[in-house]
C-alpha cells in the first residue's frame, strides 16, 4: 500500500505543479526586468537592481539584457507552462479522468519527475557559473550559441535535453495510459475533451521533443567537442557543416511545440464551456477532429519560421497554404464552444470567467498569426514585437488562463482545498484585462516597426521605430499584470493554510476524476450530460455521472 | 517605398480590414454569449450553420492573404539579372556592422583569389539610385544576421556558408535606417547603417566619385578588403 500510495499519479503531477509554479515566478520576473529596460534603457532596476546587478549599480547591461530574454523564454516554456499544463494536468487528470488505477508506468513517472527536477537545477544553477547564462535567445541559434563563452550556455542546452527526456518519458505513459487503461466502456468517444487534448499534446510530444534532443546533443558536441555540425564561415576551422540545418531541426521541433502547448488548454476549455452551459459540448466529433487535424498539420507548418532565410519559393507558398490552412480546424474548434455556449445559460463560475478570456486572447492570438502565415506579410512584421505579441496571446495568455481555470476547476483534488470564489473572480478579470494590455502593447508597437530584443529600442534612426511613452505604458501594464498575480498567491496560501474543505464535486459534474477510484468502474456515457425538466427533479440534480447507471428514464439527447 | 513594398502594404491593409473585423466579430460573439445572458437570442440558432459560415469567411481571409502574398511576391520573384540599369551589391554581414561592396567599372567583384582594384566598399552605409533595381548578395562571416531595411519592406537572413538573394527597387529618393534583424549578441541593437536613396543622376555623381576615392585607394596587398564573392544568378 505504502508503494501504492508513493508511486500515485497524484503525488507526481503535484510536484510537477509546485516545480512549475515556482519557475513561472522566476520567468516572470525575467519578463519585468525585460519590461523595465524597455521603459527605462539602461537606468538601475528599483528595488533588487543592486542584488541583481551589483557590479553596474543595479543597471541592466546589454550583455545581461540578452540572458534576461534568453532565460525568459526558455523558462517559461520549459520549466514552467510545459510542467504545469503537461506534466500536472495529464499525469494527474488522463488517468483519472479515464477510470484507470494509475498510470501505466507509475515508475517511469518519477524517473520524469527527477529529469524534470535536474533540468531545473542546472538551469537555475547556469546563472551563479561564471559569465552567467544562456545568451543566444531561446531559438539557440548557431555559430551565436555555439561561440557564446563560458558554461551558462552548455549547461541550459543540457537543461532542455533533460527536461525534453522528462517531457517524453510523460508523453509515452500517456500515450499508453489512454490506449490501454481506459475503464471498461470508456470508449473513444466518451473520453473528455481535456483528455484528448492531452493525448494530442502526448502524440506531438512523443514525435517532436526527440529533435530537440538529438538537437541539444548536436550543439553540445559543437561546443564541447568542437565538432563543426552547425558552424560555417570565418568560425569554422575544420570545414565547418551548416548552421541553417539548426534552424530547419529547431523549427521541426518548435513549431509542434505551439501547439503542444495550446492542446490541452483547447480540451479544457471544450470541458468547460460545456460544464457551465450543463449541456454537452457541441459536436464533440468536430471538436476531436479540429484538435486532430491540427496535430497532423503541426509538423507540416514550421516553414513559416524561416520564411526570410530566402528558402525556394515555392516551399515558402508550400508552407504558406499549409498554415493558413490551420486557420479552418481553429475555426471550427471555436466555433463549437461558441455554439455549446449558445445553447445554454452561462454560468460565471471563476473557471469559467478564465475560459471566456481564453476565448478572447485565443481570438486575437489566433487572427494575428494569420499575418505571419502569409509570406508577403511576414516579410513586414517578422523580427518585429508583433510576433512576439501573436505567440504570446496564444503560447503565453492562452495558456495561463488555461492553467488558471484547471487549477481553480480541480484544485479540490490537485490541492486537497478550494480556492476562494471572491479573489479568483477578481483575479481572472485583472489578469485578463492586464494580459490584453502588455500583449495588445507588442502587437501595436510591432505594427511600428519596432523590433525584438534591442537592448535599447531607441537608439537614433532615420524612421520613428519604437515609441517611447507607448512602450512606458505596456511596461507599467506588464507591472500591474504581475501585482494582479499577488492575488492567485494570496488565494492559494490562504486556502491551502485554512484547508479550505472542499465538497464533493464541487462543480457538479459527470467526469470520473471527481469520484473515488473504483475499480468495478463501468462507463456508461459521455462527460457532459445533463438533466432538465422532470429528470432533473427526479434525480435531484442536473447531471448524469459518466459511471451512473442510467436513470429511470432515459436521459434527453444533450445535442 | 519600393516596388514590391508599395503591394505589401496594400495587402497588409486589406489583412487589416479582414482580420480586425473577424476578431471584432469574434470578440462580439464570446462576449455576448457568456456575459449578455439576458439579451434576446435567436430561437432556432441554426447553428450549423453560423458554423459553416465561419469556415467560409476565415477561408476566404486565407485565401484573400494567400492570393495577395503571390502577388505581391510575384515582384520579387522577377528575373531583373538581364536589366541594363540593375544595381549588384554584395553585402558582408559581420558583428556588429554592414560592409557594402560594389563591383566598379569592371562588373567584377574582388573575391579571396582575384583581386579587382576598383570596387567601392562602404560601411554602415547603402547608397542606391531611386528606380533601378538593386541586387542584393548577402553572407554573413560570423553569426546569423538578417539584412532588413524596414521602410523599403526588405528583409533577408544572412548566414554563415550561405549566400542570400534578394532585390528591390526603391521608388523615391530618401534615406531609410538599415538594421540587423537576428539577435547577435550584445550590440545587436546597434547594428544599423543609413540608406541613401539618390535620384539617379546624382548617384551617377557619387558613384564616379567614390569610384576615383576606391581606385586611390586599392592596396593589393589588403587581403581583408577581398572578401566579395563571385556573383551568382539566383
Known sequence: ?559 | MSEHGALLDALLVRAHWLIGGVLALAFLATLWLTLGRRLPRPRHPGRWGVLVMAAIVLFAVDATLAVGSRQALGVLARDVEADPTALRLEINARRWSWDVRYPGRDGRFATPADASPDDIVLTNELVVPAGAPVLLQIAAMDVVHAFNIPALRIQVEAIPGHLGHSWFRALAPGEHTLLCAQHCGPAHYRMRGLVRVLAPEEFAVWQAKQQRLAELAFDPDDADARWGWPWRAR
Open chain 1, 1 to 559: 500500500v505504502a508503494v501504492a500510495r508513493a508511486l500515485s499519479h497524484l503525488r507526481v503531477a503535484r510536484v510537477y505543479l509546485w516545480a512549475g509554479l515556482v519557475y513561472l515566478a522566476i520567468g516572470g520576473g525575467l519578463a519585468l526586468l525585460i519590461r523595465w529596460q524597455w521603459a527605462y534603457p539602461g537606468k538601475p532596476v528599483p528595488l533588487f537592481g543592486g542584488l541583481l546587478f551589483p557590479y553596474t549599480q543595479g543597471a541592466i547591461t546589454p550583455d545581461s539584457y540578452q540572458a534576461l530574454f534568453t532565460m525568459h523564454g526558455l523558462v517559461m516554456i520549459f520549466f514552467a507552462v510545459t510542467p504545469i499544463l503537461i506534466g500536472a494536468l495529464s499525469h494527474w487528470l488522463v488517468p483519472a479522468m479515464i477510470g484507470a488505477r494509475g498510470l501505466a508506468y507509475p515508475r517511469a513517472a518519477w524517473v520524469g519527475v527527477v529529469f524534470l527536477l535536474a533540468a531545473q537545477a542546472v538551469a537555475l544553477a547556469s546563472f551563479f557559473v561564471e559569465l552567467g547564462t544562456a545568451r543566444s535567445g531561446w531559438t539557440l541559434y548557431p555559430p551565436l550559441s555555439t561561440i557564446a563563452p563560458g558554461h551558462g550556455q552548455t549547461l541550459v542546452v543540457a537543461a532542455l535535453g533533460l527536461a525534453s527526456i522528462s517531457t517524453v518519458i510523460g508523453a509515452v505513459n500517456v500515450l499508453v495510459t489512454v490506449i490501454r487503461r481506459r475503464a471498461p466502456g470508456m470508449t473513444w468517444g466518451r473520453l473528455p475533451l481535456t483528455v484528448w487534448g492531452l493525448f494530442f499534446t502526448a502524440v506531438l510530444n512523443a514525435a517532436f521533443t526527440p529533435v530537440l534532443i538529438a538537437t541539444a546533443l548536436l550543439l553540445l558536441s559543437d561546443r564541447l567537442l568542437g565538432t563543426e555540425v552547425f558552424l560555417a564561415g570565418a568560425l569554422a576551422q575544420r570545414g565547418g557543416g551548416d548552421p541553417f540545418a539548426f534552424q530547419h531541426l529547431f523549427w521541426i521541433f518548435g513549431h509542434p511545440e505551439v501547439y503542444i502547448l495550446i492542446l490541452p488548454v483547447w480540451g479544457v476549455v471544450s470541458d468547460f464551456v460545456a460544464f457551465f452551459t450543463r449541456r454537452a459540448a457541441f459536436w464533440y466529433r468536430g471538436t476531436v477532429g479540429s484538435m486532430l487535424a491540427v496535430t497532423l498539420l503541426a509538423g507540416l507548418v514550421y516553414g513559416h519560421h524561416i520564411f526570410t532565410t530566402g528558402i525556394a519559393p515555392m516551399l515558402g507558398a508550400v508552407f504558406e497554404t499549409l498554415t493558413l490552412a490551420i486557420s479552418i480546424p481553429s475555426t471550427i474548434l471555436f466555433g463549437n464552444w461558441l455554439m455549446t455556449l449558445w445553447q445554454g445559460r452561462v454560468r460565471l463560475t471563476v473557471p469559467m470567467l478564465y475560459v471566456t478570456g481564453v476565448l478572447l486572447v485565443f481570438a486575437a492570438g489566433g487572427l494575428t498569426g494569420l499575418y505571419l502565415g502569409a509570406v508577403a506579410t511576414d516579410i513586414v512584421l517578422h523580427d518585429t514585437l508583433f510576433v512576439v505579441g501573436h505567440f504570446h496571446l496564444t503560447m503565453a495568455a492562452a495558456t495561463f488562463l488555461g492553467i488558471f481555470a484547471a487549477l481553480h476547476h480541480w484544485a479540490p483534488k490537485l490541492l486537497g482545498c478550494r480556492l476562494g470564489d471572491r479573489l479568483g473572480a477578481w483575479h481572472a478579470v485583472l489578469t485578463l484585462l492586464g494580459l490584453f494590455l502588455v500583449f495588445g502593447g507588442l502587437i501595436v508597437a510591432g505594427l511600428q516597426g519596432q523590433h525584438r530584443r534591442l537592448y535599447d529600442p531607441f537608439v537614433a534612426s532615420v524612421e520613428h521605430l519604437a515609441n517611447r511613452s507607448a512602450n512606458r505604458h505596456t511596461s507599467f501594464s506588464a507591472f500591474g499584470l504581475a501585482t494582479v498575480q499577488l492575488l492567485f498567491v494570496l488565494n492559494l496560501i490562504h486556502s491551502l493554510l485554512t484547508r479550505r474543505v472542499a465538497v464533493e464535486n464541487p462543480w457538479q459534474v459527470g467526469t470520473l476524476e471527481w469520484k473515488e477510484p473504483d475499480l468495478e468502474q463501468q462507463v456508461m456515457r459521455g462527460p457532459h450530460e445533463f438533466l432538465s425538466g422532470d429528470d432533473e427533479k427526479s434525480a435531484g440534480k442536473d447531471y448524469l455521472d459518466q459511471g451512473e447507471a442510467c436513470p429511470q428514464k432515459s436521459a434527453p439527447d444533450a445535442k
